[in-house]
Each structure stands twice: as C-alpha cells, then as structure tokens.
C-alpha cells in the first residue's frame, strides 16, 4: 500500500516522473513474482499430491477410449480437470519435474507407443488411433522427432535386441 500510495503522491504531484513511477510499479510487480514462487514452495506436500494426480489423469486418458474419440492428451485438458488455469498448472508442473507439462504428456504417450509397438501385434495404424492421432503420417514424424528412428524401425530394432 505504501508504494501504491508513493505512485499517486508522484502523479498527483505537478512534474511527474515517469521513470519513478515505472520503478515503483517494477517494483510491485516484483513482490507480486515472488509471491507467486513462494507458494510453489510453500506447499511441497499440495504439490506432490497434484502432480500425483496428474500423473493418474495421463495413465486413465490412454487407458480409456477417450484418445480415439477425443484426439490428443492436452495441458488444457488436464488443467481443467485439475480445476487449475493452464498457466498455474503449467508453473506447478515445470517447477516440481523440470519439464514442461507437454513434454510429460509426450514422454507418457512415447512409453504408451512404445508398449503397444514391442507388447502387441497391432500396426501402426491402429496404434496411431489408440493414441489419438488424426493422420498415420503425423503420429511417425513425432516418433521420429522423440527417438530419431521410425516406429516400424524401432519394433524391428528391438525384437532383434530381444533375440
């Protein structure tokens, strides 16, 4: 409230300084980041169990239907579900993991995608819509974006491993 009361004192005066005032609102908007930080921090406990609970939000979407019918596992998607906005999901997420709540959604579905390659018969087509992606095509790129081999490579690659 004092700085508040410092930048009307400065706009009520009759040569205000912008800069003065631009530093005092820096400075509010300072104390406002870290506020925000601290909570991350101050409730360690809250936070486990949320990202405990997004960790099971991951494993129920690509065990239900719900990737064949509704497409790709989003942040927006877990966040409403967490009764979060996407922006404190995504602080809450990155500050606990490190990582960014896409990258955990695309590490999940990896390991989904690797499962289904090397514990099933299914062709990549079917995997493609167990997953939720629209196009065979798309579903490839990514793989080989996030393993730097194609699925059908991979498969063979590791049944060979296996041998």
């Given at each position: ?34 506020a ?41 998607y ?8 996407v ?9 606990m ?29 079917e ?17 080989k ?19």
């Amino acid at each position: 409230l004092d700085i508040f009361g410092k930048i009307d004192e400065e706009l009520q005066s009759a040569n205000p300084d912008l800069l003065i005032i631009t530093d005092y609102i820096k400075l509010v908007l300072d104390y406002c980041l870290h506020a925000y930080d601290r909570q991350f921090k101050a409730t360690p406990m809250a936070n486990n169990d949320m990202l405990a609970r997004f960790e099971q939000l991951c494993d129920d979407y690509y065990e239900s239907k719900r990737p064949q019918t509704d497409g790709l596992l989003t942040v927006q998607y877990c966040a409403s579900q967490l009764c979060l906005s996407v922006n404190y999901f995504s602080d809450l997420v990155r500050g606990m993991t490190g990582i960014s709540p896409q990258k955990h959604i695309q590490q999940k579905m990896l390991s989904k995608a690797k499962n289904l390659l090397l514990g099933t018969s299914m062709r990549v087509n079917e995997i493609v819509h167990v997953l939720g992606f629209q196009q065979p095509q798309n579903f490839t790129n990514w793989f080989k974006k996030m393993e730097q081999i194609s699925p059908n490579a991979y498969r063979v690659e590791q049944e060979k491993r296996q041998k």
